[in-house]
């Protein structure tokens, strides 16, 4: 009789054991698999979150970026985290949109951080959007390329050939078109091109891409103990009011969501003064926002 007590005992100490390897292996490789109160390590509410990353301004003389001369904002995504849908939500706002920024008037938005900064950046996104703003993370051009090659490159289709040299800015791109690995420096240069006939509005969908791509690459088994470091490491260098447990807890309900991108209708025209601008389509962006953010 206590030989058959301890048999089973033991056989539901192994099935326990199983159980829990297989609970830790979906979550982490298919958490999607999972009801949300199974999940490990995910956000509960909803959050909205500003993805920004600035340029750098160079000397002329001598081609190197000048100390603490705060750059434009080159990329802006307002994220909104949706956990009863499982959902992250991604408006892109186009750095030459057309609004108010308090003290200064109307201008263009990247102008903001420039004038006074990530306090007034926020300020003026809150305003355009009628949105709260519960955290930003803004990265710069370095720690971008520091994070890609942390993860040992991330995989793209590039949709086409690209070509570009700007001097002033010690930018030069050129990628062929087709799948291919791409090193910091070359996702770099994929985000930053927008010199063909969609401008700005076409680099907003290849910024969209790369996102995604960077996710899967976040999430690859491979990359089960890299992608720890790559992130950890990235996070001692960006600007954020995001806690180090907060932003993992994002990053890893962002691998287990669905993403929704969405970028903002309008038109571009020229403003005396201001020079090119895009002039957003109101009531398409307020529907947008109001049913997604």
């Known amino acids: 009789m206590r030989k058959n007590k301890v048999d089973k005992t033991r056989i539901l100490a192994i099935l326990v054991i199983i159980l829990t390897i297989i609970y830790f292996d979906l979550n982490l490789f298919s958490p999607h698999t999972l009801p949300n109160f199974l999940r490990i390590g995910i956000v509960r509410r909803p959050i909205n979150l500003l993805i920004f990353g600035t340029d750098l301004n160079f000397d002329s003389e001598t081609g190197k970026p000048i100390p603490g001369m705060v750059g434009r904002t080159d990329t802006m995504l307002l994220a909104h985290i949706d956990p009863a849908r499982g959902q992250i939500n991604l408006l892109s706002i186009p750095r030459d949109t057309l609004v108010t920024i308090p003290g200064y008037g109307m201008t263009k938005i990247n102008a903001a951080h420039v004038y006074g900064g990530t306090d007034l950046m ?12 519960d955290y930003y993370v803004g990265i710069e051009i370095g720690s971008f390329i520091k994070l890609v090659d942390r993860l040992g490159g991330v995989n793209l289709l590039v949709e086409k050939n690209m070509r570009y ?5 010690k930018l030069n791109i050129d990628l062929k078109m087709g799948w291919q690995r791409l090193s910091g420096e070359k996702a770099h240069e994929y985000i930053r091109f927008r010199h063909d ?14 996102l995604r791509a960077l996710l899967i690459t976040l ?3 491979s990359n089960l103990f890299k992608s720890p470091y790559a992130i950890w490491a990235t996070l001692q260098e960006v600007k954020t009011n995001l806690s180090p447990t907060l932003a993992i807890r994002l990053i890893n309900f962002a691998r287990m969501s669905k993403i929704k991108t969405f970028s903002i209708a309008g038109e571009s025209t020229q403003v005396d003064g ?4 895009w ?15």
């Open 279 to 293: 002039i957003p389509n109101k009531q398409e962006l307020t529907g947008i926002l109001d049913e997604y953010f």
């Open 219 to 221: 999430i690859r088994p």
């Open 274 to 277: 201001v020079g090119a601008v």
């Open 122 to 133: 926020v300020e003026t996104v809150k305003i355009f959007t009628h949105k709260p703003l």
């Open 197 to 210: 006939a969609e401008g700005d509005i076409g680099r907003i969908q290849r910024q969209q891409n790369f």
């Open 165 to 169: 040299v700007d001097h002033a800015q």
